[in-house]
């Protein structure tokens, strides 16, 4: 590896010395993302919007086999129109941007840049929708919102981000908390099958959930330094958008009833989850069925004859099979070895002479590091196997992480000793009420993640009051 290589490598900071200067140094070392001149907004580099459009490709594929439809919203809400859910507009209007002048002249009524779409959502049903005939509506947006946040990081927190959000309204309540589980676990397949993270599927408690909803429910990821990710959430609305903003139609009986509603969401804030979960010392490691390019080919003495020539040749073949690119520039291959180790693609392919007069390839894992070597007739059956050996290999290790980071405490000495000393999800008992949940954070800076749905008892008293226990909350610092 020449000099130059081993510099760029080096200019990651360790993610045991520092992990926020880990993470930031691979943002901008494998180009992901640069600062704009807006504060708190970021400018999506090719190499991450590639991924979010793979995130996109999947779950609007997904959205569309279980009937949903896409529209879009305007950007711009009325405060009128803002004000009418109490709820709603008290738990957002501390990151809520305004519009005041449209060119020189001052608007009668501000308009708020949208930090999420629900009113705008209520306001088209209502006028929409008459009868039971006309439900359920199904409907997602692509889009990007605003929310003026204090403290900003590349993809996990910034004062504007992409997303999509979903928006239904069912004539029962049955139908809309079944919708609203099923977008959850369409989010939990994403993350799971996807980008080969594991994530914690429960519910928000009272004080963590949805501003103007009935209940939240969550996917919950866990990050290389312990700390925990809100990877997406889908929201059981219940009838308080529907009364707020009169939208009813006529039942099977002719009488008049109000809707019940869902709203769901992911962000771009997945791509700061897949830095955290799988990233190295090294860089990114990217999972193959979200990686833009999953197959770098690498020719080795490209100057000699035949190797550019072979090189192609196997790029037209491999191309057919997997998402791959020929890197045929004039850098030292140990530089480019070290390029695309940082970026994170999952297999490097290098091709020489020898290999050639051989009629082989060498493979290389990014996950693992290990190089096979493979007859090139091999290839359209051994690049797909190895992808797929990739994938559960970087999901096996990421969910043997959260379970190596996940621990029981049963009173309030052994939830601090676990947050101070060994950082991960801490599993504890809880009554219900709360004061306890924010006595928890006020004293040791951990939030409820969420009620898991597949509940245990790990104690029958509150971690923290020692009354009788009704539930078993994860429970951790975040993002």
Same mark, same amino acid.
């Given at each position: 590896?020449?000099?130059?290589?081993?510099?760029?490598?080096?200019?990651?900071?360790?993610?045991?010395?520092?992990?926020?200067?880990? +993470?930031?140094?691979?943002?901008?070392?494998?180009?992901?993302?640069?600062?704009?001149?807006?504060?708190?907004?970021?400018?999506?580099?090719?190499?991450?919007?590639?991924?979010?459009?793979?995130?996109?490709?999947?779950?609007?594929?997904?959205?569309?086999?279980?009937?949903?439809?896409?529209?879009?919203?305007?950007?711009?809400?009325?405060?009128?129109?803002?004000?009418?859910?109490?709820?709603?507009?008290?738990?957002?209007?501390?990151?809520?941007?305004?519009?005041?002048?449209?060119?020189?002249?001052?608007?009668?009524?501000?308009?708020?840049?949208?930090?999420?779409?629900?009113?705008?959502?209520?306001?088209?049903?209502? %006028?929409?929708?008459?009868?039971?005939?006309?439900?359920?509506?199904?409907?997602?947006?692509?889009?990007?919102?605003?929310?003026?946040?204090?403290?900003?990081?590349?993809?996990?927190?910034?004062?504007?981000?992409?997303?999509?959000?979903?928006?239904?309204?069912?004539?029962?309540?049955?139908?809309?908390?079944?919708?609203?589980?099923?977008?959850?676990?369409?989010?939990?397949?994403?993350?799971?099958?996807? &980008?080969?993270?594991?994530?914690?599927?429960?519910? %928000?408690?009272?004080?963590? %959930?949805?501003?103007?909803?009935?209940?939240?429910?969550?996917?919950?990821?866990?990050?290389?330094?312990?700390?925990? &990710?809100?990877?997406?959430?889908?929201?059981? &609305?219940?009838?308080?958008?529907?009364?707020?903003?009169?939208?009813?139609?006529? /039942?099977?009986?002719?009488?008049?009833?109000?809707?019940?509603?869902?709203?769901?969401?992911?962000?771009?804030?997945?791509?700061?989850?897949?830095?955290?979960?799988?990233?190295?010392?090294?860089?990114?490691?990217?999972?193959?069925?979200?990686?833009?390019?999953?197959?770098?080919?690498?020719?080795?003495?490209?100057?000699? $004859?035949?190797?550019?020539?072979?090189?192609? $040749?196997?790029?037209?073949?491999?191309?057919?099979?997997?998402?791959? %690119?020929?890197? /045929?520039? /004039?850098?030292?291959?140990?530089?480019?070895?070290? $390029?695309?180790?940082?970026?994170?693609?999952?297999?490097?392919?290098?091709?020489?002479?020898?290999?050639?007069?051989?009629?082989?390839?060498?493979?290389?894992?990014?996950?693992?590091?290990?190089?096979?070597?493979?007859?090139?007739?091999?290839?359209?059956?051994?690049?797909?196997?190895?992808?797929?050996?990739?994938?559960?290999?970087?999901?096996?290790?990421?969910?043997?992480?959260?379970?190596?980071?996940?621990?029981?405490?049963?009173?309030?000495?052994?939830?601090?000793?676990?947050?101070?000393?060994?950082?991960?999800?801490?599993?504890?008992?809880?009554?219900?009420?709360?004061?306890?949940? /924010?006595?928890?954070?006020?004293?040791?800076?951990?939030?409820?993640?969420?009620?898991?749905?597949?509940? $245990?008892?790990?104690?029958?008293?509150?971690?923290?009051?020692?009354?009788?226990?009704?539930?078993?909350?994860?429970?951790?610092?975040? +993002?």
């Amino acid at each position: 590896m020449s000099k130059k290589s081993k510099k760029l490598v080096e200019q990651i900071t360790s993610r045991d010395e520092d992990f926020a200067q880990w +993470y930031t140094d691979i943002v901008k070392k494998a180009e992901l993302a640069d600062y704009s001149s807006v504060k708190g907004c970021m400018i999506i580099r090719p190499y991450a919007y590639a991924m979010w459009e793979s995130i996109q490709g999947y779950l609007d594929k997904r959205f569309k086999e279980t009937g949903h439809e896409n529209v879009y919203m305007p950007v711009f809400i009325p405060e009128s129109l803002l004000q009418k859910e109490k709820d709603h507009v008290e738990g957002f209007a501390p990151e809520v941007a305004w519009v005041t002048h449209g060119g020189d002249e001052e608007l009668t009524e501000k308009l708020c840049v949208r930090p999420t779409s629900e009113t705008l959502f209520c306001e088209h049903y209502a %006028k929409i929708v008459q009868s039971y005939k006309d439900l359920p509506k199904l409907y997602n947006q692509w889009c990007s919102v605003v929310r003026w946040e204090k403290t900003t990081r590349p993809f996990l927190r910034t004062t504007e981000f992409l997303w999509q959000e979903g928006h239904t309204i069912h004539e029962t309540k049955e139908q809309a908390e079944s919708e609203t589980k099923r977008m959850l676990n369409i989010y939990a397949e994403l993350c799971e099958n996807v &980008l080969a993270m594991p994530v914690l599927k429960g519910q %928000k408690t009272e004080k963590e %959930k949805f501003a103007g909803g009935e209940a939240t429910y969550t996917i919950e990821a866990l990050m290389h330094d312990g700390k925990a &990710l809100q990877a997406g959430t889908s929201h059981f &609305l219940g009838q308080n958008f529907a009364k707020s903003f009169g939208m009813q139609y006529s /039942d099977r009986d002719g009488k008049l009833q109000y809707v019940y509603q869902t709203s769901w969401g992911i962000t771009t804030r997945l791509i700061g989850a897949i830095i955290m979960v799988h990233g190295d010392d090294n860089g990114l490691v990217v999972p193959p069925r979200i990686a833009p390019v999953q197959v770098i080919i690498v020719p080795v003495a490209q100057h000699k $004859e035949g190797v550019l020539e072979k090189a192609n $040749e196997l790029k037209d073949r491999i191309s057919k099979i997997a998402r791959a %690119k020929l890197d /045929d520039s /004039d850098k030292m291959p140990g530089w480019k070895f070290s $390029e695309y180790e940082m970026k994170g693609v999952p297999i490097r392919l290098e091709v020489g002479p020898k290999d050639i007069e051989k009629n082989q390839v060498v493979l290389a894992r990014r996950d693992t590091g290990e190089k096979i070597f493979v007859p090139m007739e091999d290839l359209e059956n051994k690049i797909p196997e190895l992808l797929d050996d990739i994938h559960n290999n970087m999901f096996n290790r990421a969910k043997q992480s959260v379970e190596e980071k996940t621990h029981a405490a049963v009173n309030m000495k052994e939830f601090k000793d676990i947050v101070e000393n060994k950082t991960g999800f801490v599993k504890a008992m809880w009554c219900g009420d709360r004061e306890c949940e /924010d006595k928890i954070r006020e004293e040791t800076g951990a939030t409820s993640r969420c009620m898991p749905f597949e509940q $245990e008892e790990v104690s029958d008293t509150c971690v923290y009051c020692g009354k009788k226990a009704k539930k078993l909350v994860y429970w951790g610092r975040a +993002y």
